[in-house]
């Protein structure tokens, strides 16, 4: 038996009417009643653009304290701008040793070298192309390496060798991808799987796993002493201080039997002030995400929907809104 009532379907319908007539949010008393629901949804939004702020501050703080800066967005953009920049310096001072103008004290491009794969060279040790992109691999890892070391206070030696050690672990990978190119590429789509389930750990466990396969497949490899670490390191680290990006301060330690001095590493008000710049035109892109108190704006476009919060005005105005509302009813 049908329980169908045709006076119950035209109220329901009169009643949908009616709250598409007063348009989002439902039935409200009057136009005060329906500013104060706009209000509160503007104040709402407002709280998940601060929780995004926070929450993006948050992840800076634990990078910085974990040493890693380079991997927080102000990091990749550094990384991004600066890698040309410094492929063309290294570039530059390698064409330089070529054509015997070096002198005695960059003989640690010598070691530099060996992180090119010899596809980049011809028959009589020239570049194929001379092209300054060849460094940007170079280049990333000194850049890594320094943005995570001016987290902390680091010594100009320990910068230094941290950088010497990134560099010879590449070259022994390009060894391992000249010689053996087949295996190299199985083994990196491992490691890289395996890596990417840890928390932690991941750049030591990808260093030692690389080199026990090399030693298994009994590659050999003369180790670069740690004076040459140092040496390469120290190079690197004067074309950042080229750049106007870190400088070195002089700071005196109290010793056991006497006072000496000792070299940290410091960025520049130059590197600090991109660094800031950056974090705050960034940190209230991505809100906080939580479910609207009132249904969301119909999409007009694609950049004009959902949400309420500086659609149509800086100061979010609930009559401006309310206003833009009807507006958009009555073009319908």
Known sequence: MSTNNPHKTQVEKAHLE????KGVGGKYKNDSDYLEKIAQEIEWEEQMVRGGIERYNNTIKKAVEKGTESTTKAGLNSTQKYVPIISKLIHTDIKNCFQGEAGRHQTCFKLLLQCLSQKDFQEDKEFVKDDPFIWATVSLIAIK???DGISKLVTVNALAIDIGTSLELEARLTLFK???????????SKINIRANKMSKNKRRY?????VYFMNKNNLFWSEWSKADKLHLGCKIVEYFEREGLITHEDRKKLGYKKRRSILYVCPTEKLTQEIRNFNIHNEALIPKFMPMLMPPMSWSSPYSGGYYAKKYNYQNKPKDIFNALQFRKRNK
């Open 18 to 21: 009616e709250l598409l007539n």
């Open 206 to 210: 990808k260093q030692k796993v690389w």
């Open 178 to 188: 000249d010689v053996l190119p087949e295996k190299h590429k199985q083994l990196e």
């Open 145 to 147: 390496n320094i943005l």
